[in-house]
């Protein structure tokens, strides 16, 4: 009975909440002021770090701990950048918007660790679970035994196992005195990735959680706060991956911003990438747009 009524309860604050992004009115009711003193510590903090990025994930969790059916996700940015691993989120803490940081010194056997949880059960105590990958920009496991297929996301793990399958084929064809007749469908310099293309460090974060933290009313700089629907985790994630990886790899961004959850997200996704039919619409949120803005 009660994950039927949680599952009442979430929908109609979903269908709230689109409300609000559609009339573009309310929202600012779940405005948590920014905590700039946490925010300071965490980019001085991270300004010490100047390590070169080696893999980047989106990591998402149930926001309780344990799903149970469809329930909103927090979401956070996980880096690998020798010799540390590196997580990092938005949250809503003691009413205000936070930043968490977690770096840890650890060689690359432990990345598996790196990408699991625990959370406390009635049932089973102190359970141990995975993070669901939405995104990933890592190594190929075929160059790298240290990243397992675990550590990829969906789409990517989709892609290794038809190259595998190709390659079995050819393989096969070879093995029987014939050259292969079909290209493969792959190219094997994308598949086998070495080392991921990014130009960023991790002291770089510092200046992004600043720029994403601030914004201009009347030429005076403002800080940013928190919102659950308009501000949230999963926007930051997102917007950090692309800031960290998103030049180089612009699907995988378009990919995990089909994912995200909150009405002001998705709005925001069909309106960077409208679908065939969904011009009307977007030209009809861009007026509900300006009409707000000269009331």
Known sequence: IMSKFARSLQSTSQGIGTAMV?????????????????????????????????????AARPVNGISNGYTYEH?????????????????????RGKFGLSVTTAMEAELQDFLMYYVQTPQHGRKRMKWRIVASVTPSPLSN?????????????????KYMKTLKKKSQTISNGKQP???SIVNDDEIILKKIKCNKKVCDIADFLEMWTEF?????????????VSHNCQQFALHLFKYLVGTHYPQKCIDAS??????????????QHPKKGDDNDNDNDNENDNNQQTK
Do not use: M
């Open 22 to 58: 559609s009339s573009n009115s309310g929202l600012s009711l779940f405005d948590r002021p920014l905590d700039r003193q946490n925010r300071d510590v965490v980019c001085t903090y991270l300004n010490e770090l100047p390590h070169k990025i080696v893999a980047c994930w989106i």
């Open 181 to 183: 007749g079909i290209k």
């Open 258 to 271: 089909k994912q995200t959850q909150s009405p002001a997200d998705i709005k925001a996704h069909k309106k």
């Open 216 to 228: 201009e009313v009347k030429n005076k700089k403002k800080d940013k706060p928190y919102n659950a």
């Open 145 to 161: 035994k240290s990243y397992k297929p675990d550590y990829l996301d969906p789409h990517e793990l989709s892609t290794l196992k």
């Open 75 to 95: 979401w956070c940015v996980k880096i690998q950048a020798p010799p540390s691993l590196i997580s990092i989120d938005f949250l809503e803490s003691d009413g």
